[in-house]
């Protein structure tokens, strides 16, 4: 157990709809990270936050948004899906300015059919 | 930005025989991190190393800042090793965001 825990697991949807996956970053890390590998794009940075407030965006999508909450969990929403947004999507968390680096959770396959 | 190179995108090697991946990255960094997938899709941490030498175990890991590449070495491989090795960099301050290369596909044959 990485201390990094995302739900769910896996997750089917159709096309069109709505999803949320969730993730607590590691016990003392105020840093949440968010990414998505796909076969075609491999690991794409979505969005980062730090103590609840957006530090920095990258590839993500306007149907997808992110937020931190006071407790320091995230929430990555992810609407409108396409066939397309079919991927394993990771949470990662650190303290910024550690020696240690990232520690990611396991991830949420999101398959959209 | 950042672009990450890594080689070679396969290897293929018995058990016991030792490896060494590489990554080149294009501009000055502040942070590299090199990554274990395992065939369940985990991401585990092996290495934070920005600069200089470090080892764990049968794993080592260097990175030269001023010629832009890390070297992963692998010893004595054994079944489990099997999976992608992903060199990830970054330029912020501190852990920010990441920029990964494509991988190393490493299958250790018994």
């Known amino acids: 157990d990485s201390g990094v825990t995302q739900t769910p697991k896996h997750l089917i949807t159709a096309t069109g709809q709505r999803v949320t996956l969730r993730c607590s970053p590691r016990s003392g890390d105020l840093s949440v990270y968010w990414y998505q590998q796909s076969l075609d794009q491999g690991l794409q940075f979505l969005i980062q936050y730090y103590n609840g407030e957006e530090r920095a965006k990258g590839n993500i999508l306007e149907r997808f948004s992110a937020q931190q909450f006071p407790d320091l969990h995230s929430e990555l929403n992810l609407s409108s899906l396409e066939l397309g947004d079919s991927a394993l999507y990771f949470c990662?968390?650190?303290?910024?300015?550690?020696?240690?680096?990232?520690?990611f959770g396991s991830g949420t396959r999101l398959t959209v059919v | 930005g950042i672009q990450v190179e890594q080689s070679p995108p396969d290897l293929i090697l018995q058990e016991g025989a030792n490896s060494t991946l590489r990554c080149n990255f294009s501009?000055?960094?502040?942070?590299l991190q090199w990554f274990h997938q395992n065939p369940w899709g985990q991401l585990i941490n092996l290495f934070y190393i920005p600069s200089g030498t470090k080892q764990n175990g049968r794993l080592s890991a260097t990175t030269v800042a001023t010629e832009r590449y890390s070297l992963l070495y692998i010893s004595s491989s054994q079944t489990t090793d099997s999976g992608v090795y992903f060199c990830a960099v970054g330029s912020g301050f501190g852990n920010e965001k990441l920029t990964f290369g494509t991988g190393t596909r490493l299958t250790i044959i018994p």
């Open positions: 990662a968390s650190s303290v910024v300015a550690s020696n240690y680096g990232y520690t």
């Open positions: 501009d000055s960094v502040n942070n």
